[in-house]
């Protein structure tokens, strides 16, 4: 017999699928596995609920780069790859400025080659 932290765990969970099961609008093969997952507790992060009111893809994908690149840099550095991403993405044409930029990232050791991988997820 459940105890009375379960039951709530499972109106919590019942309640968030149910909501997202009636206001999605991306009816999706991947947005509808995100709804199952939400339905067996999984709580969705903010790229899957965009991925749940939008459909389309090129929108999504985009989304969800830029949110995996705002989960690396929470250590307080970016890699090359993510800051060359977003240089492109920003759409920074000016020589000048990019190598500014870049040696302000650089001389604060905010800019390196690859993120520490050793460092312990929080």
């Known amino acids: 017999m459940p105890n009375e932290s379960e039951e709530l765990d499972r109106s919590i969970i019942n309640k968030r699928y149910n ?3 009636k ?3 991306n009816n999706s093969e991947h ?7 939400i339905k067996n507790g999984y709580e ?3 790229a899957d609920v965009f991925e749940l009111y939008c459909d ?6 985009e989304y969800r780069e830029m949110f995996d690149i705002k989960q690396r840099v929470k250590g ?9 991403y977003l240089i492109k993405k ?4 000016d020589k000048f400025l990019e190598e500014a930029l870049r040696e302000k990232f650089t001389s604060s050791g905010k ?3 690859k993120y520490d991988t050793n460092i312990s997820k929080r």
């Open 44 to 46: 969705p992060n903010d």
């Open 90 to 93: 920003i759409g920074i044409n």
């Open 23 to 25: 206001t999605k609008t």
């Open 111 to 113: 800019l390196v080659e």
């Open 56 to 61: 389309d893809e090129e929108k999504i994908t």
């Open 19 to 21: 909501y997202y099961l």
């Open 76 to 84: 307080g550095q970016i890699s090359e790859k993510d800051y060359e």
């Open 31 to 37: 947005a509808n596995m995100i709804l199952e997952k």
